[in-house]
């Protein structure tokens, strides 16, 4: 009898041994996939946590993190919401980051399946998770409260926007510039006669720039050496007929910006512009009017409306940049305000925003300037320009008549997202 008890108690043991390492393994794997989630590099995260959910199939916070990564990658978000529903239903408020043994999901779980059926046009369903974020939110969590209250009314906004559509002709711009990539920020300088845009290559986002020769655009070039980035920087704005480009250095924790010129050789390095646009907050997407005279960026600096504002400065005689003035209480919100682009001599302001008369995320607006720094109520560009999900970028031309986005729709293009003309019927 008691060799018997001695042989259990070792196979016990033994076992319990066993599951320890495998447990251990499985949790290297789950930081694994916590290290790409905090790097937004949804792609690289997902087969961690997919690998891990055959394993711990009640596991409801591998769940949720599924949930996230889907509603990152392009093309995929819709089957964020199978993962983000199981996860909202078994979440909780007493929750612990980084742990493969936390097994119920944040209450967040239920404002991320929001936005997974708002992007899916569910927005019934939408108004319905958001409500149920609302209630797990503390009364002294104004922003959040205030934030979560205005998701519910954009989806409202989304059914009446999509009942009056906007008429425009859509064109792709060609395998010259598309390619099995996402493809994005496309800017073309004053002149039209150069062409910059980003390409997310498999190890950084890049900068190409192409030029127009007889009529025809050269083969895009890779810059992004010359620029000396590490694939943090991104363009907003190429200026001065082609030779000068501006950028946004991004290092997850601030962000300034930056400028380079061509010399008819190289372009330089990038060089941070002066601490009059620069502070230690958040600075970014800045672009210069075809005079020079007047640039508009984004910034989170002290003293604006919430979140990121639009910004002006002027250049002065010496041409240096003077200080920035808020673009008020008309065009920035309580949310944030980002990527402006001025045409028609600085007196059209497109730029997107969470906020305003909004159908979900980011939408493109467009306003005029009325006199001095007033502006007109902002005009949202409408659907299916704007869609429920992020639309962020639009660099008008021929005075805001047509311009360029970049665009992911099922079934067609050449990649994850391309480059399109766009021009207004």
């Known amino acids: ?169 859509k064109e792709n711009i ?35 720039l192409a030029s127009r020769e007889k009529n025809r655009w050269t083969t895009p070039v890779n810059i992004t050496p010359e620029l000396r980035s590490d694939g943090d920087q991104y363009i907003s704005c190429l200026a001065d007929n082609g030779n000068t480009l501006y950028l946004s250095k991004d290092n997850n924790e601030e962000s300034n910006i930056y400028i380079s010129r061509y010399d008819g050789i190289r372009w330089s390095p990038a060089e941070a512009l002066t601490d009059i646009i620069n502070t230690a907050y958040w600075e970014s997407h800045a672009f210069v009017t075809e005079d020079g005279s007047m640039m508009v960026f984004s910034s989170d600096r002290p003293g604006g409306m919430g979140g990121l504002d639009l910004y002006i400065s002027y250049k002065n005689d010496k041409g240096e940049w003077g200080h920035p003035v808020n673009l008020g209480p008309e065009i920035n919100t309580p ?31 467009k306003s005029e300037r009325l006199q001095g720094n007033n502006w007109s109520k902002p005009e949202n560009l409408g659907y299916p320009l704007n869609t429920p999900d992020d639309d962020v970028f639009f660099m008008p031309v021929d005075n805001g008549n047509s311009g360029y986005t970049s665009l992911h729709r099922e079934g067609e293009g050449f990649g994850k997202e391309d480059i399109y003309h766009i021009k207004f019927k």
């Open 1 to 169: 009898m008691n060799r018997i008890l001695i042989s259990l108690l070792v196979f016990s043991l033994i076992n319990a041994n066993l599951l320890s390492q495998n447990f251990n393994k499985d949790q290297e794997i789950f930081l694994e996939g916590e290290y790409f989630l905090m790097l937004e590099d949804y792609l690289d995260a997902l087969p961690y946590y997919l690998s891990l959910y055959k394993i711990y199939p009640e596991n409801y916070n591998i769940a949720y993190r599924i949930g996230l990564c889907y509603l990152g990658i392009t093309g995929q978000k819709h089957l964020s919401i199978d993962y983000l529903e199981e996860a909202a239903k078994n979440s909780q408020a007493s929750y612990r980051e980084g742990s493969l043994r936390q097994e119920t999901a944040p209450c967040a779980a239920w404002y991320y399946l929001g936005n997974a059926y708002r992007i899916n046009y569910q927005f019934l369903k939408a108004k319905e998770a958001y409500m149920k974020y609302l209630e797990t939110l503390m009364d002294d969590d104004t922003d959040n409260i205030r934030f979560i209250e205005h998701q519910i009314n954009v989806c409202d906004n989304a059914r009446k926007i999509m009942e009056d559509p906007v008429s425009f002709e």
């Open 174 to 208: 060609g395998e010259n510039f598309n390619d099995g990539n996402k493809n994005f920020n496309p800017l073309i300088s004053p002149d039209g006669n150069h062409f910059a845009y980003m390409s997310s290559l498999k190890f950084y986002d890049a900068v190409f």
């Open 335 to 365: 949310f944030n305000e980002d990527r402006a682009f001025l045409t028609d001599r600085g007196t059209k302001l497109f730029f997107c925003s969470q906020g305003h008369y909004n159908m979900g995320g980011f939408d493109l607006f």
